[in-house]
């Protein structure tokens, strides 16, 4: 197990109604001036925006709003938010959305006490030392931003989708209300647990040994995840399964997996590349990516594989060839994905193999690798999204 | 599932010789004037405690000792430590050792802030409001007080033995290095994973349906506890599964088991009055405790029991009687116990059965319940201590 630190500060505030104490919870984390910061209008039709106000309103907290915040969330925005931050002497954001709105809060938050260029952080420039708090009323199970510590911004100049993070970047509260997530569409809430699912796949895919107790926290919210996504599929409405999968959602990425070991991370960056050209759901995306990074790795530890089926996917051993095993689970992360309606290969995603040559070129690797469980060169890159075709 | 809030802010600072960070992380949590707090000599004897006042020294943190905690930590010690607290302006209490070294300094940092007796809070008398910080390095993985927010003392007029806790009363930051622990006797670490064990047995056996996550989550601990304990006893030096037991002591116990349900801890109070009597190690009576507690309260839900035998025992479902499988599962935990070196009847723990009116009438229930799985009267726990004869 490597030496690691963890930590999660964030209150997490969860179960029905919960948004009706967002003006306490404000209060208890020290805010005076909020901006309450969102995204499309279905926060406000449904009228969770109008209860959260209310329920600062309560409090007597000064609040203003910043909506517009759109998936793969936009500097242009996050540009706007900083300058109402300086103006109007903001010192909470409240972030009322799904990862985006959230994302789109911590750039804020952390550009609202520098003088330059929040970009700077985001290229690598720069480091940050401080942040403005920031709190979330979360709307989709997903991205995990609601108890992490990062967030991705795509800037507007070059498309370029660059992440940033750091502890002081973490929500100081969050509330996890799941009877917020029944009106999702199922399509969402498929490229949701998606996302959740490879939260954890990229911690668990890792060459250090030893690491039981991560493993085994791991394989729980996959197993959960795979329970719980086909009721919320097949009734809407079912609280508990929204309620399994919201928390898991949370626990997939506030790095209860990656403790004690190395993470890999490339089907994600793969799969960057892939939403960046096509502008399709990240989830989507990862459900294509995911398989065609398992069968080009694969060989690198075939009794990883076949642990993740066994234990995952109810595999059973074969002890002869435990290569038809791992292989096994594979399929069975496929066949599963194929269930919840995902796409698994290109063609169902919208994307076409004679842009593979441009998906590695805006990678930009060059001859660095990419990846930790297997270094991956270029042409690996190459080689996986052509087996995604 | 519940409503809950979830809120675990302590900062772990994991591996091999992090105890030479001490200072950088007091300093960093904005800790002056320090009380190390600790009980037996061993820590001296080790040079832990040298090394811990190095790194204080290095930066120029002033700080004081008070040592001499015992196992079930007395009221006596925590008034003196108060005292010192008062008396010296300490604003951050150091605990290296276990879970009483731990708990005797949450004592104190409450007490300290405090004109009155810190007893009151103790018995109920007072709730409180903030506390000095505390932080812990570790020595015994068992009783998870390095981050949960409670504290157990046991008052010396009457050795009554109370819980109090707060989340201010958190650990602001744990260092867990499990080196520390390889040198712990084969019995202490075996007690230790019964601890943990308890702690997740305690959140498990539960009204609370649907609750999917926190049942893997819970599971996961188990399933590793029960694989690492006996590496460990076979080879103290294993570095790997000491590290493994470690972590999942941490998380059997910051109440990630318990979010979303109630939970029972009778089978706790019933150690108590074990422990209170015949000063017996905690984990010891735990594991004579836990399997009469579950034989006696089987019947209530076969299934729960089922579940635990298949999932955290690999026990094979028998669908016809599942009620053999779920003793099955107890007979199993009951092996596991024996394997590790555990006593699981009262004559083994030097326990009498003549002594059980006095158990029951020092527990004190009269027309009260326990618990919450089943609401056990005076009646039902007299009968529970019986089967554990």
Chains 1, 2 share one sequence.
């Not at 006490?113 to 952080?121: C, E, V």
């Amino acid at each position: 197990m490597n030496n690691f630190n963890f930590y999660s500060p964030t209150y997490f505030v969860f179960g029905k109604e919960r948004e009706n104490e967002a003006g306490k919870f404000v209060k208890r984390f020290a805010g005076t001036r909020v901006l309450i910061h969102f995204g499309s209008g279905s926060v406000q039709k449904s009228g969770l925006l109008d209860r959260v106000k209310a329920s600062l309103l309560a409090e007597n907290i000064y609040f203003t709003e910043l909506g517009g915040v759109v998936p793969n969330p936009r500097s242009g925005l996050v540009y706007t938010g900083i300058e109402i931050c300086k103006r109007e002497k903001i010192d909470f954001i409240l972030a009322v959305g799904g990862g985006s709105a959230i994302d789109s809060a911590k750039a804020i938050a952390v550009g609202a006490l520098y003088d330059g260029d929040f970009w700077d952080f985001y290229e690598g420039k720069h480091q940050a030392k401080n942040a403005l708090a920031v709190a979330t009323i979360l709307t989709i199970s997903a991205a995990g931003s609601e108890g992490s510590s990062g967030s991705v911004i795509t800037h507007e100049n070059g498309m370029l989708k660059r992440a940033y993070g750091g502890d002081f970047m973490r929500p100081v509260f969050s509330i996890l209300n799941p009877e917020l997530t029944c009106s999702l569409p199922a399509y969402q809430t498929a490229c949701g647990s998606t996302d959740m699912m490879a939260h954890v796949m990229e911690r668990y895919f890792t060459n250090t040994k030893d690491v039981e107790i991560t493993d085994r926290l791991s394989e729980a919210i996959l197993l959960t995840v795979i329970k719980e996504t086909p009721k919320a599929l097949a009734n809407p409405n079912d609280y508990e399964a929204r309620a399994n999968l919201m928390w898991a959602g949370m626990v997939a990425h506030n790095d209860t997996c990656g403790v004690g070991r190395d993470s890999d991370w490339s089907s994600h960056q793969m799969e960057h590349e892939l939403s960046g050209l096509y502008d399709v759901a990240h989830g989507a995306g990862l459900a294509v990516m995911f398989p065609a990074w398992m069968k080009y790795v694969m060989n690198h530890d075939i009794m990883r594989f076949a642990q993740f089926a066994v234990r995952v996917w109810g595999c059973e051993m074969n002890f002869q060839h435990p290569e038809k095993t791992a292989l096994q689970g594979i399929e069975r992360y496929e066949q599963f994905m194929t269930s919840i309606g995902m796409p698994i290969r290109f063609s169902q995603l919208g994307a076409k193999a004679e842009d593979i040559p441009i998906l590695v070129k805006t990678m930009g690797l060059g001859n660095r690798t990419q990846g930790s469980f297997v270094k991956l060169t270029e042409g690996d890159i190459r080689k996986i999204y052509e087996l995604a075709v």
